[in-house]
C-alpha cells in the first residue's frame, strides 16, 4: 500500500499530497466518515474503487488505522474496523 493516511485535529487545507501519497483526515471523523472522504479522495484522482473499502491506486486494499489520540480524552471509547 502506497497512501497512508493520517489524521489531524489542525485545519485541512490539502486533504490529499501527492509527493508523500498522505492523506489527511480531520480526528473527529468516524471511521465510516473516514471511508467515505477517502474513497471520495481516490475517485477524483481516478482510481476505481470498490464497493466496500478504499483501494490504493496499486490495487491494494487501503487500512484505515485506529486514530492515535492527539490529545487525552476522558470516558471515550473508539471503536474502529470495518
Ligand atoms: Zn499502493
Keep these: 500500500m502506497c497512501i497512508r493516511i493520517t489524521y489531524t485535529t489542525r485545519p485541512i487545507c490539502e486533504p490529499y499530497d501527492s509527493a508523500t ?5 480531520p480526528a473527529a471523523l468516524s471511521p465510516a466518515g473516514a471511508h467515505l472522504v477517502v474513497r471520495a479522495l481516490l475517485t477524483e484522482l481516478a482510481v476505481i474503487q470498490p464497493r466496500i473499502g478504499a483501494r490504493c491506486h496499486c490495487g491494494a ?19 474502529h474496523g470495518a
Design 21 to 25: 501519497q498522505v492523506i489527511t483526515l
Design 61 to 79: 486494499a487501503i487500512r484505515l488505522l485506529p486514530r492515535v489520540p492527539q490529545q487525552r480524552r476522558s470516558g471515550q471509547v473508539t471503536h
